[in-house]
Structures are given as structure tokens and as C-alpha cells.
């Protein structure tokens, strides 16, 4: 049976519906930077979007071809991500998503390593026909965060952001915003297959101990 990163780490994918702190380990991702309404039709978001899961999928299918990974097992391409923010803002505006600054990513697992990302680029490029120079491999400690699970429409979040702010106010704890720490969310549900109300989406915010 395949890996499933959402099962074996449970605790990182499917958190219940009320706030808690937790503290997230460095993982690897492959990434594409890009700033804009992730909304606009044929925008930058949708293309980055693209772009990562045609290399997910090239390092996932490469057991079928002659690039073997050392270290390989069988898994369960994990869900789409993204970190995201506007200049000036701490945490995120809704109304004004046109001025949001986000990183695109998806896990890889820690057995990819940098000479397997540049094959699966080159191996992407030949067979799509098309230029994957904007996605990167990155690693990335989040640390100390509280995070909850947002049910319903993505312009629902800040009834769920809100109830989280109360939280962490209540447990000691500040928002801790920067460029390097964002609002984050990883999806859970494929919104061209879902109704808006049975969306659900992990929402990560960066913390520390108030001083």
C-alpha cells in the first residue's frame, strides 16, 4: 500500500476543528513563488499550480522509468499548499487578494534529492514541452504554530482565523508574522470537484510566547 503522508502524520494534515499549538518539523517541498488573485483566470497561481504537479507526478512515476531513486517507496502524491502575504499586512486581507504574495508548494518526500528534482525538471520539460524553470526545491521548518481545520468557502477564513486569534490569546501566545512567516494553508479538497461547503482546509498560523 502506498505511503499517505495525510494518515501516517495525522497530526500535521488532519487537525480537528477547534485551535490548537503545535510545533512543525522541517519538511522538503518542491515550490513556485508568485504574487497575485490566486482567482484570476489564467493567472500566475494557476500556472505555478500546474507547474508543481507535473514534477510531483514525474518523481512519484519515475519507479515506472529508468531514473531509479535511491531510497524510493510508493506514496501518495500529499496535498497542495501554500504560504501566503501582503506587504504591510500582519497575517492576511481578504478583500484585497490581488496584492497577496505567495509560495506554492507540494511535499516531496525526504528521499528526493537535489540531482532527482533536476532530472524530474528536465524529464517535465521534455515530455510537456514546456519551461519548469520557476519551480524550486526548498526546505522548511514552520516551528511553533497554531493551527485548525476551516470547513466551507475559502472567503469563510476569518470567522476561522478569528476563533484562533482568541486562542492563542487565551493559551499565552502572539501572532508572529514576517516575510519568512505567513499564513498557511494546505488543501484538503479539490475545489473543481467540491462543493464550497464541504471545502476543507488546514489553516497555519506562525506564533510565539508573548514577551
Keep these: 500500500m502506498a505511503f499517505d503522508y495525510k494518515k501516517e502524520y495525522r497530526e500535521f494534515y488532519l487537525p480537528k476543528a477547534k485551535p490548537e499549538i503545535i510545533r512543525i518539523p522541517s519538511m522538503n517541498f518542491i515550490a513556485v513563488d508568485g504574487s497575485g ?34 531510497g524510493y517507496f510508493d506514496y501518495v502524491v500529499p496535498p ?42 528536465k524529464e517535465a520539460e521534455e515530455k510537456k514541452k514546456q519551461d519548469f524553470s ?42 508572529d508574522f514576517s516575510t519568512e512567516r505567513m499564513h498557511h494553508e494546505i488543501y484538503l479538497s479539490d475545489p473543481r470537484r467540491t462543493a464550497p461547503e464541504k471545502l476543507k482546509t488546514v489553516i497555519r498560523h506562525p506564533v510565539c510566547l508573548k514577551r
Excluded at 499550480?49 to 522509468?65: E, F, H, P, R
Excluded at 466551507?152 to 482568541?166: I, K, L
Design 80 to 121: 497542495l499548499e501554500g504560504f501566503w502575504r501582503q506587504d504591510g499586512v500582519n497575517g492576511i486581507d481578504y478583500n484585497h487578494k490581488e496584492k497577496f504574495r505567495w509560495i506554492s508548494v507540494i511535499r516531496v518526500p525526504d528521499f528526493v534529492s537535489r540531482n532527482d528534482f533536476e532530472w524530474a525538471l
Design 37 to 70: 488573485d490566486p482567482n484570476e483566470e489564467g493567472g500566475e497561481y494557476k500556472e505555478a499550480v500546474g507547474l508543481l504537479y507535473a514534477i510531483a507526478y514525474t518523481i512519484k512515476m519515475s519507479k515506472k522509468g529508468s531514473h531509479q531513486i535511491e
Design 134 to 175: 520557476k519551480v524550486k526545491l526548498m526546505s522548511f521548518e514552520e516551528g511553533l504554530t497554531v493551527q485548525c481545520m476551516h470547513y466551507g468557502p475559502f472567503d469563510d477564513e476569518p470567522a476561522t482565523v478569528a476563533m484562533m486569534n482568541e486562542f492563542i490569546e487565551s493559551q499565552g501566545y502572539v501572532s
